[in-house]
């Protein structure tokens, strides 16, 4: 089965600094590779997604993330973190089911904190 | 081009008691999940509709059901409620190739359930 794992629960930045979310999978195949984002009280909005193609994968919002299968990692990174980037930050990978169907598999989440 | 949209958005219910959550696809997809979050925690998968009919299921009992109608619109419902089911439910829709390849999932902005 797939797996992730998010390596930190809480992070917190100040404005202007780089930002590092740090993702991990487990995939028994080549997985396709998720980051949503989830304001207060909000849904879950599409981050960016890896589908094996390129590996450096460039977002929305000046986000981008690098697909690195020797490490099994997806790290989440943006240069300059603003304000508004203060959320609930999910790594998501997709599971197979039978027929060829896919679901999600979520992380548990990492909560960037952006402080002025 | 209209979202993901579900409702009601909050919800209070009792033990015991039944519920039932909409959702309208997004135009053009097909396909639809659900995922429960609960709180501090990452969505987990309930089921997927496809072409009205449950094409896959997480770990949830039978007391959760679901339908798909032909507008792709689709309902989640619960039945003999626990506190347990406290949570933010999520949909997602998708556009599901014949081949078996699924699109992204985007997300609505949920309901959120809470049984006393």
């Known amino acids: 089965a797939q797996s992730v794992t998010q390596l930190d629960s809480h992070v917190s930045v100040s404005e202007g600094t780089p930002v590092l979310l740090r993702c991990n999978y487990s995939?028994?195949?080549?997985?396709?590779l998720f980051w949503y984002v989830q304001h207060p009280n909000k849904g879950l909005q599409l981050l960016l997604k890896?589908?094996?193609?390129?590996?450096l994968v460039k977002g929305i919002n000046g986000f981008e993330a690098e697909f690195k299968k020797s490490e099994t990692s997806f790290h989440l990174t943006k240069p300059s973190a603003h304000m508004s980037d203060a959320a609930e930050y999910f790594c998501?990978?997709?599971?197979?089911?039978?027929?060829?169907?896919?679901?999600?598999?979520f992380g548990a989440g990492t909560r960037l904190a952006v402080h002025p | 081009e209209t979202g993901v949209t579900q409702s009601p958005t909050h919800l209070i219910k009792t033990r015991g008691q039944q519920v039932t959550l909409r959702c309208s696809s997004q135009?053009?997809?097909?396909?639809v999940s659900w995922y429960q979050q609960a709180l501090g925690q990452g969505p987990q998968f309930i089921f997927q509709?496809?072409?009205?009919?449950?094409?896959g299921r997480g770990n949830f009992p039978p007391r959760f059901s679901g339908l798909q109608f032909p507008n792709y619109s689709s309902e989640l419902n619960v039945n003999a409620l626990e506190l347990d089911d406290s949570a933010l439910y999520l949909c997602?829709?998708?556009?599901?190739?014949?081949?078996?390849?699924?699109?992204?999932?985007?997300f609505g902005p949920g309901t959120r359930l809470t049984v006393l």
């Open positions: 997602a829709s998708s556009f599901q190739r014949t081949s078996g390849t699924t699109d992204t999932q985007y």
């Open positions: 998501v990978v997709t599971e197979p089911f039978s027929g060829g169907y896919n679901k999600l598999i």
């Open positions: 890896y589908t094996s193609a390129a590996t």
């Open positions: 509709y496809y072409r009205e009919e449950e094409n």
């Open positions: 135009s053009g997809h097909n396909t």
């Open positions: 995939s028994s195949y080549s997985p396709s």
